[in-house]
């Protein structure tokens, strides 16, 4: 495994380039390892991609939920519940996040609640 914590921040891009093929390849082993384990799978992999996705969780600035708070009394006050917002833009840095944000919204639409997205139903 790449010890990424002692490699020095201004590597060279030859250096950069292997240490992200050593990254990966790490990764695939680990990934090829737990499909073994769980899967009982012992064969190659008919096809194996590693991305790594960097930046790719959303950083909410500070007082994000502040902000939502004061957006969710605005849409109560202006629009009676006829308007509701959902993403990762709003609450959810994770697609798990938003699924149940959805799905309790959703319920309570469907249970006749004033439901904006932006507080818990």
Known sequence: MVDLCRKSHSLSD???SNTTAQLNE???MVSRDAVRDILGHNGPPTTQQVRIQKHCIPQYQLGHLE???EIDWLLRATTKG???VLGSSYRGVSVNDCVRFA???AKGLA???MVTGLSDV
């Open 14 to 16: 030859a250096e950069r």
């Open 26 to 28: 790490h990764i695939a």
């Open 67 to 69: 902000r939502m708070g």
């Open 82 to 84: 006829c308007v509701s």
């Open 103 to 105: 799905k309790n919204t």
């Open 111 to 113: 249970q006749g609640k």
